[in-house]
């Protein structure tokens, strides 16, 4: 029997950046200049980048061709036109609200829509969502199955909703509820995919209360993956039926194109609503820019386009999915304790179990990146309680269920010798885990602290 083949990257390198690896020494001196936090990092001192998978992505030879078409139009730009059939073909809305990122689409869809004291529930809200929520003085309300917060738990879909705890939310709190959000895949959960069972019901319950159903869709295509692999009857579907069909179900979505649609800048907010069409672009006017180009230049428009139908290739998604998993299988190899199963986008080390003697107050997943990076120069981000902020009645750190270190792989950049890097110096960490000690909060903003934050240890 002839041997099968393994699985290679469905792309050819063409262009690299070097990088160089700093001393440790350095290495320690820069994270302590830093107030260690990871953002205070020069790009130029970290040797491998897991910061983010947002703007990250390596763009392909289609992408940079479109990128010389771009239009100089301020309005009526014909990419935005592109990006516009783009977003009616692989998501079926047909209108449009381009932006400069994800977040700035969030900004315009809750000024619109959220009145102050107003709860919005979602599955698990994300730092930015969760802080537009606070900074329009809503409610983020998370409604996530509970084996979402077991991180040795093998469900499929640890990103599903609660529809019963949905229903009952909205049956209590309806009259004060303006929409319902879905963010798939589930980002504060570690990464994890939403059922296509799950989106249909959390729908229902949505059209039950009258309320509108939005969809978190910056990465979309790796939740249809994973439906696709998961769950029964998608077997034998394209990825691109499955991202209509999901999106069939929602009212509408917003968009970090930083992630699954494979550019380094952008956004949108897309709706089948033409009135909120109409009220957003008028309010994009003043934020971001013209309803034709919001914030973004022609050629970022149609990079975003054509990543947009680049993004559901399934090889493409094979590979994605498999070097995340390639990683996460390293690291229990060494015995680290993670998220388990391996989400769409990151490994995410569980800071609870790698670092049982630091508690939450210390901010245990936090300590854990700084000694991440200077044990290999490889940076990665807190998913914890500096990024979960402070109950805004209490003014008490708001304690999440979930205490992670996420190790985001950027798409079409690194290749598995780096994830065998990365894999070795968690498992050098790991080892001399009792060593670490826990860190102290000596700045903070009152929203998305985490970004500025500075530390010291205790």
């Not at 900074?135 to 738990?153: N, R, W």
């Not at 790796?222 to 499955?242: L, M, P, S, T």
């Not at 009135?275 to 914030?295: D, R, S």
């Amino acid at each position: 029997m002839p041997r099968p083949l393994p699985q290679a990257e469905p792309f050819r390198i063409k262009v690299v950046e070097p990088v160089t690896m700093i001393s440790r020494e350095e290495r320690r001196q820069k994270i302590e200049a830093a107030g260690l936090n990871l953002f205070g990092l020069k790009s130029t001192e970290v040797y491998i980048d897991l910061l983010t998978d947002s703007g990250t992505s390596a763009m392909s030879d289609n992408q940079w061709a479109g990128m010389m078409l771009g239009d100089e139009a301020y309005a009526g730009s014909k990419n935005y036109f592109n990006l516009q059939a783009a977003v009616a073909d692989i998501m079926g809305f047909p209108f449009v609200v381009p932006t400069h990122q994800g977040r700035a689409a969030e900004n315009l869809l809750l000024s619109l829509r959220l009145k102050p004291g107003q709860y919005v529930p979602n599955n698990m809200h994300f730092d930015t969502t969760k802080g537009h929520v606070l900074h329009k003085q809503g409610i983020p309300v998370d409604l996530v199955i509970e084996e979402a917060y077991d991180p040795t738990s093998n469900h499929p879909f640890k990103g599903d909703m609660d529809v019963d705890k949905l229903d009952d939310f909205l049956l209590k709190n309806g009259d004060n509820t303006p929409m319902v959000l879905l963010t798939v895949t589930c980002n504060s959960g570690g990464g994890q995919p939403v059922s296509m069972a799950n989106i249909k019901a959390v729908a229902e319950v949505a059209r039950k209360y009258g309320k509108p159903f939005y969809i978190d869709a910056c990465r979309f295509a790796e939740n249809a993956y994973f439906i696709k692999q998961r769950e029964d009857g998608y077997q034998d579907k394209d990825i691109v039926d499955i991202t209509r069909e999901m999106f069939a179900l929602a009212d509408g979505c917003t968009m970090s194109a930083k992630k699954d649609a494979l550019v380094n800048i952008g956004g949108f907010l897309a709706t089948r609503d033409a009135a909120l069409h109409q009220e957003a672009g008028a309010l994009g006017v003043l934020f971001e820019g013209f309803p034709t180009y919001g914030g973004l230049a022609g050629r970022d428009m149609e990079a975003i386009a054509r990543g947009l139908r680049e993004v559901v290739n399934e090889d493409y998604l094979a590979y994605r999915i498999g070097q995340v998993k390639y990683l996460a299988d390293q690291l229990l190899s060494f015995g680290v304790p993670i998220i388990e199963p391996a989400g769409g986008h990151a490994v995410y080390l569980d800071a609870t179990r790698f670092l049982p003697h630091i508690p939450q107050s210390q901010f245990p997943a936090q300590a854990l990146g700084v000694e991440l990076y200077v044990e290999g120069g490889v940076r990665g981000v807190e998913i914890g309680t500096a990024l979960a902020g402070r109950n805004p009645q209490t003014g008490d750190h708001d304690y999440p269920k979930l205490e992670m270190l996420r190790l985001t792989i950027p798409r079409r950049v690194y290749t598995n010798r780096h994830m065998d890097v990365i894999a070795v110096a968690c498992a050098n960490v790991y080892e001399r885990r009792e060593e670490i000690r826990g860190l102290e909060m000596i700045y903070e903003t009152p929203i998305l602290r985490h970004f500025t934050a500075k530390f010291r240890r205790k």
